[in-house]
């Protein structure tokens, strides 16, 4: 069992058995403030990197994700519908009911040092957020870091969280690395209604200027930009001077897609929290998941207009790979 939890009063329950994995899962809860009311499931996975397929058009073929479920509890987060596949529903269960791999760092490490392993880019945080609350307690991600680092693996990880921080000396130790920040508003209700457990973005933004500072390319997503609620030229606009001063590297922004069970849990949100708006987005998501072109076009225009604001891009240059030091003779093997 590889648990890394330290310094917490935790319960153990019984074990349950999750599709997909072959022992009981232990079930354990946290006597801490922002871990009330939900059970994280520590399981040891098979394996850790997944091949994206091609017809997905993401610019990278692996992730990795050492968490399912989220606490941040985005109620527009595409990745909610994943959570059915282990029996678990897509609204309350993602945000209550979250999966710990607890044996990534070791798995990163066989399969990053594989000799069929071609060095592909690696991406984090294309599914549920890797920086997400319970990641201070597990701390899985550094050995990941170091898997990359020392395999000579690109990468890269989307948060929404500053927390990434913790880990800044080991980003400069890998040759290809960057990151990314989630910002879709500043608006404080908006922010509080939409995405309640996340950090607060204005700590995002700080986060994004000190990884820059550190020579580390950081961008910023505003995304998703939801119709009549954070999509004022105005608001795009501020959040993008902020990232300008912030040093972002890049910045881009999507339109809200409500897919499978998503559109249920936003349209509930909705109705609770924006009842004015949801005859527009009943008309806007009348057809499917997303919203109709013109809407989507009009999104993208908010976002090219703010780009004259960032800075010109300097060349890359791949930092050098840390040295190891050397290997100890061997001792023979104990057993």
Known sequence: MFVRWKDLTVEAEEGRRLPGYREPATVRTFDAPEALDTRFYEIEARSILNKVPKASQMPFRWTINPYRGCTHACVYCFARPTHTY???????????????????PELARAELSKKSWKHEHVALGTNTDPYQWVEKRYE???GVWEAMRDSGTPCSVLTKSPLLLRDIELFKQIPDFAANLS??????????????????????????????RAGIPTGVLVAPLMPGINDSPEQVERILELCAEAGAVSVGG??????????????????SHRPDLVPRYEKLYARGAYAPKEERERIQRLIRAGR???????????RRRRERAPEPEPQGTLF
């Open 183 to 212: 910002i879709p508003t500043l608006d404080e209700k908006a922010w509080r209604a939409s995405e309640p457990h996340t950090p607060h973005p204005r700590k995002r933004v700080e986060a994004v200027a000190e990884l820059n």
């Open 86 to 104: 282990l029996d678990f529903d897509a609204g309350r269960d993602f945000e209550r009911e979250i999966v710990v791999k607890v044996n990534t």
């Open 140 to 142: 899985l991600l550094p």
């Open 254 to 271: 999507i339109c809200l897609h409500l897919r499978g069970e998503v559109r249920d849990v936003f349209m509930d949100w909705l109705r």
């Open 308 to 318: 004259r604001l960032l800075p010109e891009p300097a060349p890359f240059r791949p």
